[in-house]
T-cell receptor, first 113, second 112 residues
């Protein structure tokens, strides 16, 4: 199993550009999450999904959109990139609810200039 | 809103010694989970230990143990026999359903 994979690893965007961060997991997990980690800070939850077709907002959803058409994929969309979205983005998944271990992807570093 | 506070931005420990990292949280929930994650320079998030709030017994994983004080909303991590490989950022995290909150982290340095 590859676990949770994220692409790209690093990207530079200009202000106002759009992009999609890809996240795929091959563990058949129902729950998937997107986080952002600003420099020197902990992770903050952007969006999460409890299964295909079901998504919901986390703590910091503004400026982002998500979709979940399959169990495996959970892309994160930035429509109009702003410098405040410069961050490292992590995707994670767990098989179900509760305190199970979250499996994290390696992260995507995004720089908006 | 639930918050997680790590009051020690940086800590240092001598190799083979013991260090304790502090974490407090704020919640009105009674059922939740607490975690400590390690993040080395590779940025990979690695679960160190977790605690269910309904369990009174403190969790232990080899050299890592926690002191969970539910009434005080405190969840500290003790690392015994510190090793050079323990050097990393450590994050305390709280989870209730799909609400997941992280502290700002403590950078741990291990001196040889």
């Amino acid at each position: 199993n590859a676990g949770v994979t994220q692409t790209p690893k690093f990207r530079i965007l200009k202000i106002g550009q759009s992009m999609t961060l890809q996240c795929t997991q091959d563990m058949n997990h129902n729950y998937m999450y997107w986080y952002r980690q600003d420099p020197g800070m902990g992770l903050k939850l952007i969006y999460y999904s409890v299964g295909a077709g079901i998504t919901d907002k986390g703590e910091v959803p503004n400026g982002y959109n998500v979709s979940r058409s399959t169990t495996e994929d959970f892309p994160l969309r930035l429509e109009l990139a702003a410098p405040s979205q410069t961050s490292v983005y992590f995707c994670a998944s767990i098989p179900g609810q509760g305190g199970r271990t979250q499996y994290f992807g390696p992260g995507t570093r995004l720089l908006v200039l | 809103a639930q918050t997680v506070t790590q009051s020690q931005p940086e800590m240092s420990v001598q190799e083979a010694e013991t260090v304790t990292l502090s974490c407090t949280y704020d919640t009105s929930e009674s059922d939740y989970y607490l975690f400590w994650y390690k993040q080395p320079p590779s940025r990979q998030m690695i679960l160190v230990i977790r605690q269910e709030a309904y369990k009174q017994q403190n969790a232990t994983e080899n050299r890592f143990s926690v002191n969970f004080q539910k009434a005080a909303k405190s969840f500290s991590l003790k690392i015994s026999d510190s090793q050079l490989g323990d050097a990393a950022m450590y994050f305390c995290a709280y989870k209730n359903n799909n609400d997941m909150r992280f502290g700002a982290g403590t950078r741990l340095t291990v001196k040889p």
